[in-house]
């Protein structure tokens, strides 16, 4: 059971930055897509971005985040990255990781895709 555990959020002024990270403490990351997802008070859960498996580290983007938001894994801390620059009030939500072993092309920021959840991590944009 791959157990997924997310860190890095907090409060933060508009135009700043944070990183989260989601490592596992069991298989390895590297096995699979990782997407990142955000749930907003009152909104739906939405796909942020997703990187997918192995060596080709295919990445997508939500237009919202495109030229901000970068994703990236570093296979020997077994963990994967969300740089979050430029942050705005309306990126304020609860940030999931999630992770899945095969993902249909197309699906990498739909959340019925995923398999693995982590507990989420607060992030705070507010002057």
């Known amino acids: 059971q791959l157990q997924l555990v997310e860190s890095g959020g907090g409060l933060v002024q508009p135009g700043g930055s944070l990183r989260l990270s989601c490592a596992s403490s069991g298989d390895t990351l590297d096995y699979y897509t990782i997407g990142w997802f955000r749930r907003a008070p009152g909104k739906e859960r939405e796909g942020v971005s997703s990187i997918s498996s192995g060596s080709g580290g295919i990445t997508n983007y939500a237009d919202s985040v495109k030229g901000r938001f970068t994703i990236s894994r570093d296979n020997a801390k077994n963990t994967v990255y969300l740089q979050m620059n430029s942050l705005k009030p309306e990126d304020t939500a609860v940030y999931y990781c999630?992770?899945?072993?095969?993902?249909?092309?197309?699906?990498?920021?739909?959340?019925?895709?995923?398999?693995?959840w982590g507990q989420g991590t607060q992030v705070t944009v507010s002057s």
């Open positions: 999630a992770a899945v072993g095969h993902i249909v092309p197309g699906t990498t920021l739909i959340a019925g895709a995923y398999d693995y």
